[in-house]
């Protein structure tokens, strides 16, 4: 019955995002936002994954992996946000998952020597580096027909590399909080998305993956 109630809650919380509410939305009547209905139509039907991340015929590919990362933006916010609480400096002093990958955050600005932070101040400036990343229209332009930058899959795959980082660190610190709260099959869902989605397009390297590769190996099929 617990376990029933923690997964309607964790449900609840990703339809309608009450707490950590998504960063960036797309307009109606927009090409963006028809593709971004497409897409979660796609995903919602419990069709094949490695299908629904497939380029649907005479769309946009760059639009395609646009709108592709904004959603995964917005879905791995609201998925730490489950977490928070558990993941503090005291618990958390630093950005890694588990004894062999620790990460170190550097933005050129602020920080411009990679530099170690407890896993909540990483995260927080890594969501608000991509929010900014995504709500740069001369990154993502939202005008159909305007044209994407040359440095746009170098910027895409910036932010792919650095948001699969916070499903490392959830991952392997705080997976028994979600199987507490029933969530399991919802972030495992998310996550294989995720996966199937950044190697279709080859926008992660290899060995940015490793971490969880026991793990992938197990669930993506």
Same mark, same amino acid.
């Given at each position: 019955?617990?376990?029933?109630?923690?997964?309607?809650?964790?449900?609840?919380?990703?339809?309608?995002?009450?707490?950590?509410?998504?960063?960036?939305?797309?307009?109606r009547?927009?090409l963006?936002?028809?593709?971004?209905?497409?897409?979660?139509?796609?995903?919602?039907?419990?069709?094949?994954?490695?299908?629904?991340?497939?380029?649907?015929?005479?769309?946009?590919?760059?639009?395609? /992996?646009? =709108? !592709? +990362?904004?959603?995964?933006f917005?879905?791995?916010?609201?998925?730490? #946000?489950?977490v928070?609480?558990?993941? &503090?400096?005291?618990?958390?002093?630093?950005?890694c998952?588990?004894?062999?990958?620790?990460?170190?955050?550097?933005?050129?600005?602020?920080?411009k020597k990679?530099?170690?932070?407890?896993a909540?101040?990483y995260?927080?400036?890594?969501?608000?580096?991509?929010?900014?990343?995504i709500?740069?229209e001369?990154?993502?332009?939202v005008q159909?027909?305007?044209?994407?930058?040359?440095?746009?899959?170098?910027?895409?795959?910036?932010i792919?590399?650095r948001?699969?980082? /916070?499903? =490392? !660190? +959830?991952?392997?610190?705080?997976?028994?909080?979600?199987v507490?709260? #029933?969530?399991?099959?919802h972030?495992n &869902?998310?996550?294989?998305?995720?996966?199937?989605?950044?190697?279709?397009?080859n926008?992660?390297?290899?060995?940015?993956l490793?971490p969880?590769?026991?793990?992938?190996?197990?669930?993506?099929h």
């Amino acid at each position: 019955m617990a376990a029933a109630r923690g997964r309607a809650a964790f449900k609840n919380f990703f339809e309608k995002d009450k707490t950590f509410r998504p960063k960036k939305r797309f307009d109606r009547g927009t090409l963006k936002y028809s593709l971004h209905k497409q897409a979660n139509a796609s995903l919602n039907s419990g069709i094949d994954l490695k299908e629904v991340v497939k380029l649907p015929p005479g769309e946009d590919a760059n639009d395609w /992996v646009a =709108v !592709h +990362v904004v959603d995964f933006f917005n879905r791995i916010n609201l998925l730490y #946000g489950t977490v928070c609480e558990n993941c &503090t400096e005291q618990s958390c002093p630093t950005m890694c998952g588990g004894p062999r990958y620790e990460y170190h955050w550097c933005d050129g600005v602020n920080y411009k020597k990679p530099t170690a932070l407890p896993a909540p101040q990483y995260i927080g400036l890594l969501m608000e580096w991509v929010e900014s990343q995504i709500n740069d229209e001369n990154l993502f332009p939202v005008q159909i027909g305007s044209p994407f930058p040359k440095n746009y899959v170098a910027v895409v795959k910036k932010i792919l590399k650095r948001l699969f980082r /916070v499903f =490392v !660190h +959830v991952y392997i610190h705080h997976f028994d909080k979600l199987v507490a709260m #029933g969530a399991e099959a919802h972030i495992n &869902t998310c996550y294989k998305h995720f996966y199937y989605f950044v190697t279709e397009y080859n926008l992660i390297n290899k060995s940015e993956l490793e971490p969880l590769r026991e793990m992938t190996e197990r669930i993506c099929h």
